[in-house]
């Protein structure tokens, strides 16, 4: 329960919009009267809203007119607690939407910045036809609304598939998500409330530090290798620590962005500590099916014998991210995760469920999936190649086993974010390392995204991107 007082709770919704631009300086604040009309509050609770945004110096009474928001000098922002000696409680992180919006602003002509394979390399005209053949079997089914939980079919294909990396879950407990962004939100929200501390692997991805930020729960990163995720040494010692961790969210296959991938041992001895500790595991699995290999590598979920895990995924990165599938099994909070899904977003459209389910109970899937992870591990290989040409010496770049990413490692004299700026300049686009965690301990990393054919364009946009690190020193 929020213990929040409600004046309160009201101010920092209010001081929310004001930050995000929502509610613009000089316009005229909400009246009293208006504000306990739409809150259903009493006129002193309303007041003391006021009052509240008065004291935060963002809302000025001007006689005879109303409340105006003011410029904010200095709009105060949460204090984390001391930080802990292996990890590090970090607060609201702006330059990861200052990045994303400057990307978007920008002409990009090539974008190293996305996680996505380039479109031709999906199978979109197979998808197509499924799609043809499911509005001709029901010439109703746009008129339908879709199930909360997501397409019976879909949610038994999902299992089934699941066995094969020995994760044994149940379709009637698996809800289809907007892709994993909406699942992890999903499972965050049912097993923490705002100010919980959530643990997560540093670096880590960039929408996950958004997600945490925007539930106002405290985020504690431990440190992670691109050899085998996750250091569980470190984990260990913040769990004796004395700020109990409700949820822990780790990528153990194919993290993004380092690639690394936790060897089954660590696996089964992260889930046990987190069992022991009562730190509920959220485990995200969207690069899975990446991984060079035919054998799937096992899931975390493999070794949760206390169904303390939720398990998440998505098929965005791997089947066709317009599409915007993803799912979610949460077993002992499946009831509650099926009614945060309702409440959130309703059920998924249904048209694209049964082309996918379609699609991926035939072999032509199991095709497809080789003949993307053998595309990727040359566009991988040929990328790296040529980022160790262009850049400077002392260059080092992470060998995934899998994906669409590369993590590269500048010397430490070099600025990701100048080279961030400068490359948007001349219209192209990288991650850099900053965004990846809030303690600022990356920035002279990049992510490098190899989801496109290698080409000629391509090339010369490294060497570019080579050149530009060159004129920092």
Request: net charge positive; with cysteine; glycine share 6%.
């Amino acid at each position: 329960m929020n213990t929040t007082p409600l004046y309160r709770q009201l101010a920092h919704h209010y001081l929310d919009a004001i930050r995000s631009g929502t509610l613009k300086t000089g316009e005229r604040f909400p009246s009293i009267r208006l504000m306990m009309e739409k809150h259903a509050v009493s006129l002193s609770t309303a007041v003391q809203v006021c009052r509240e945004l008065e004291d935060y110096g963002v809302l000025e009474a001007r006689p005879r007119s109303g409340n105006y928001i003011r410029q904010p000098d200095n709009v105060p922002k949460p204090v984390p607690p001391a930080p802990l000696d292996t990890g590090v409680y970090v607060g609201i992180h702006e330059q990861v939407s200052s990045v994303l919006k400057a990307g978007q602003r920008a002409n990009i002509k090539v974008n190293f910045a996305s996680a996505y394979c380039a479109p031709e390399l999906y199978p979109l005209k197979i998808l197509q036809d499924h799609m043809i053949k499911a509005l001709r079997q029901d010439q109703q089914l746009l008129g339908k609304p879709g199930s909360t939980c997501g397409n019976l079919a879909l949610r038994n294909t999902l299992a089934r598939r699941a066995l094969t990396a020995k994760t044994n879950v149940s379709a009637e407990k698996i809800v289809i998500t907007h892709g994993a962004t909406e699942a992890i939100n999903l499972a965050l929200r049912a097993v923490t409330q705002p100010g919980d501390t959530v643990a997560v692997e540093s670096p880590t991805f960039y929408g996950l530090l958004q997600i945490l930020e925007s539930l106002s729960l405290r985020v504690l990163e431990v440190p992670a290798t691109a050899h085998s995720g996750i250091n569980l040494f470190a984990l260990e010692k913040l769990l004796l620590g004395p700020e109990p961790i409700r949820a822990l969210i780790v990528i153990p296959n194919l993290q993004n962005p380092l690639g690394s991938i936790m060897p089954d041992a660590n696996k089964a001895r992260l889930v046990q500590l987190c069992a022991e500790y009562r730190t509920v595991l959220i485990e995200d699995d969207t690069y899975g099916d990446l991984v060079d290999t035919d054998q799937p590598l096992s899931t975390l979920k493999h070794w949760d014998r206390t169904d303390n895990l939720i398990y998440c995924a998505s098929l965005n990165k791997t089947l066709a991210p317009g599409m915007r599938l993803g799912w979610i099994s949460a077993g002992r909070w499946h009831e509650r995760v099926e009614m945060l899904k309702h409440t959130q977003s309703r059920g998924c459209e249904t048209l694209s469920q049964l082309a996918v389910s379609a699609f991926m109970k035939t072999p032509s899937y199991e095709r497809y999936l080789r003949r993307l992870r053998k595309t990727l591990t040359q566009q991988r290989q040929q990328m790296s190649a040529a980022i160790l040409r262009y850049f400077p010496s002392g260059t080092c770049v992470s060998n995934p086993r899998g994906g669409t990413l590369l993590w590269v490692e500048l010397p430490p004299r070099y600025s990701s974010m100048m080279l961030f700026q400068e490359a948007l300049k001349v219209g192209i686009q990288i991650s850099p390392g900053d965004i990846f965690s809030n303690a600022q301990r990356f920035d002279h990393f990049v992510r490098i995204g190899c989801g496109a054919p290698y080409s000629p364009r391509i090339d010369e946009a490294l060497a570019t991107l080579g050149q530009i690190l060159k004129n920092q020193c």
